[in-house]
């Protein structure tokens, strides 16, 4: 099978003896701390609207504002092509992917919530420095602390999650980062509708509300509970305990906890986790989690459609409102996919959405591709018809990746390493999302202006790699605690040659 499995009874550990219930103090501790996803959301959802907002060009970008307004036949495409405005948006994500390392050692050492903290503080003054912005270094830097900021809490928010997770329920938990994502980028969109008519510093209000999000997370940061294996991890032994007591809610919690002090004991013998991370017993950690999967979820197209997408629709004749309004409608699929995602993933498993929704979003993409062949950039606008049609199937895109590759993105990789290099192994993850994401942010106006619509075939080309890529190499991990994942490569068709 594809997929592989665990064989009943070889788990050698004591999953079977765990127990939790549902209390009030989890529920908080995880809400509370998923709020970091909040930041990555609303910086995704506010750069593309404010990016396609006169005001914001004609300050700092007056040659992109000036071809925009042209309507010329040849920029139909082309209009938003400036490697300079993009950089705007993708100078943050280069600034995430160096500042996770510094994460990694803070979370290992610190523990998942001085990472939060950090994060936070960081993203406070990004968002600052990009409200008072007088000229385009200040932007820049403005984007690089706000970087730094998403770079500390992608890196340890995920982990925070899937460790204070009891197994049954961990693909909820988790995605309670995803959800406050899209909660971010819903209210990023909304907010651009708005401040769009406040004139001449509308851009302003968006970029410097990104306080609120980065305020919520810090009080998160310092009211949440560390989570049990960082405190075994740190020597905090009895703290640890009280720890899973609350978060569990019964006093029996022996069993998961002896489990967290052996896995502890492994982790303490290793002194070069990164270096770990490449030995041939965690080869399939390494190129599922820590490069295949992070690259893949920005290679579908996803996120380049939620940085610009008020920028596309105003590329194929939508208004400036109507443009944001149609981008605020796509983000509200993204939503309702997360909620869909978060009660249905520990059901009926992470291999089904990814293989389902990847389906859907190939047939989207080559429906979009296609009528964008035939009835665009011929220097005139689009018919109403048409531009339903190509808004609806962009809905339907993004709500097959908001159930699927979204989500999944960060649960899938945050559950399948070992403690000993969890931490080391989450920073590779998120440098190589933000290496793709920034480049894919770099690169999208360009090949849209030169591809034109084979940028959204070549999108679903790559979806289709994926999924193949999915069904044949990652085994089924729902309803498996995180300390015995590792046995799923051990039984599985494929990687079992590998990691004997």
């Known amino acids: 099978?594809?997929?592989?499995?665990?064989?009943?009874?070889?788990?050698?550990?004591?999953?079977?003896?765990?127990?939790?219930?549902?209390?009030?103090?989890?529920?908080?501790?995880?809400?509370?701390?998923?709020?970091?996803?909040?930041?990555?959301?609303?910086?995704?959802?506010?750069?593309?609207?404010?990016?396609?907002?006169?005001?914001?060009?004609?300050?700092?970008?007056?040659?992109?504002?000036?071809?925009?307004?042209?309507?010329?036949?040849?920029?139909?495409?082309?209009?938003?092509?400036?490697?300079?405005?993009?950089?705007?948006?993708?100078?943050?994500?280069?600034?995430?992917?160096?500042?996770?390392?510094?994460?990694?050692?803070?979370?290992?050492?610190?523990?998942?919530?001085?990472?939060?903290?950090?994060?936070?503080?960081?993203?406070?003054?990004?968002?600052?420095?990009?409200?008072?912005?007088?000229?385009?270094?200040?932007?820049?830097?403005?984007?690089?602390?706000?970087?730094?900021?998403?770079?500390?809490?992608?890196?340890?928010?995920?982990?925070?999650?899937?460790?204070?997770?009891?197994?049954?329920?961990?693909?909820?938990?988790?995605?309670?980062?995803?959800?406050?994502?899209?909660?971010?980028?819903?209210?990023?969109?909304?907010?651009?509708?708005?401040?769009?008519?406040?004139?001449?510093?509308?851009?302003?209000?968006s970029l410097g509300l990104a306080a609120v999000p980065a305020t919520l997370m810090l009080i998160g940061g310092i009211l949440c509970a560390e989570t049990p294996n960082s405190l075994v991890e740190q020597g905090r032994l009895e703290e640890a305990r009280r720890v899973l007591e609350r978060v569990r809610g019964t006093k029996n919690i022996e069993a998961e906890y002896l489990d967290l002090v052996d896995a502890s004991a492994e982790a303490q013998a290793v002194k070069d986790p990164f270096r770990t991370l490449f030995k041939r017993k965690y080869r399939p950690q390494l190129i599922i989690g820590a490069l295949g999967i992070p690259a893949f979820q920005q290679l579908t197209g996803n996120n380049s459609i939620l940085f610009y997408a008020p920028v596309i629709f105003q590329s194929l004749g939508f208004g400036a409102n109507a443009s944001l309004f149609s981008s605020f409608i796509t983000n509200g699929a993204l939503l309702v996919a997360s909620l869909i995602s978060m009660f249905l993933v520990d059901k009926f498993g992470r291999r089904k959405f990814f293989l389902e929704a990847g389906f859907e979003m190939i047939i989207c993409m080559v429906a979009v591709g296609v009528s964008l062949a035939k009835e665009f950039g011929h220097g005139k606008e689009l018919s109403k018809g048409i531009s339903i049609f190509l808004v609806l199937m962009i809905f339907l895109f993004v709500l097959a990746y908001g159930r699927s590759w979204g989500p999944l993105g960060w649960l899938v990789?945050?559950?399948?390493?070992p403690l000993e290099i969890r931490s080391s192994a989450q920073s590779v993850v998120v440098c190589v999302n933000m290496v793709f994401t920034a480049l894919v942010a770099q690169l999208f106006l360009l090949s849209l202006c030169h591809l034109k619509y084979g940028i959204f075939l070549l999108f679903a080309g790559l979806i289709f790699l994926m999924s193949c890529f999915v069904f044949f190499l990652l085994p089924e991990t729902k309803k498996v605690p995180i300390e015995e994942v590792y046995l799923l490569f051990e039984n599985h068709w494929f990687w079992k040659k590998i990691v004997a």
């Open 1 to 205: 099978m594809a997929g592989g499995g665990v064989i009943d009874g070889g788990h050698g550990k004591r999953a079977h003896l765990y127990e939790h219930k549902y209390t009030h103090y989890f529920a908080f501790t995880c809400i509370v701390g998923a709020m970091g996803g909040s930041l990555f959301g609303y910086d995704l959802g506010v750069s593309g609207g404010v990016t396609s907002m006169d005001d914001f060009l004609k300050e700092f970008f007056p040659a992109v504002y000036k071809r925009k307004n042209a309507h010329l036949h040849e920029t139909d495409y082309c209009k938003y092509d400036d490697q300079l405005l993009t950089l705007f948006t993708s100078s943050l994500y280069y600034a995430a992917l160096v500042m996770t390392f510094f994460a990694s050692f803070l979370t290992r050492k610190k523990g998942r919530k001085a990472s939060i903290i950090v994060g936070a503080i960081s993203f406070l003054i990004g968002a600052a420095i990009n409200a008072g912005a007088m000229n385009i270094p200040m932007l820049i830097i403005g984007r690089i602390f706000l970087g730094g900021g998403i770079g500390f809490g992608n890196q340890a928010v995920p982990l925070y999650l899937s460790e204070m997770a009891p197994a049954k329920n961990r693909g909820a938990v988790n995605q309670l980062f995803q959800f406050t994502t899209c909660a971010g980028i819903l209210i990023a969109n909304l907010v651009n509708y708005f401040t769009e008519k406040v004139h001449p510093y509308g851009w302003r209000i």
């Open 413 to 417: 990789p945050s559950e399948i390493f």
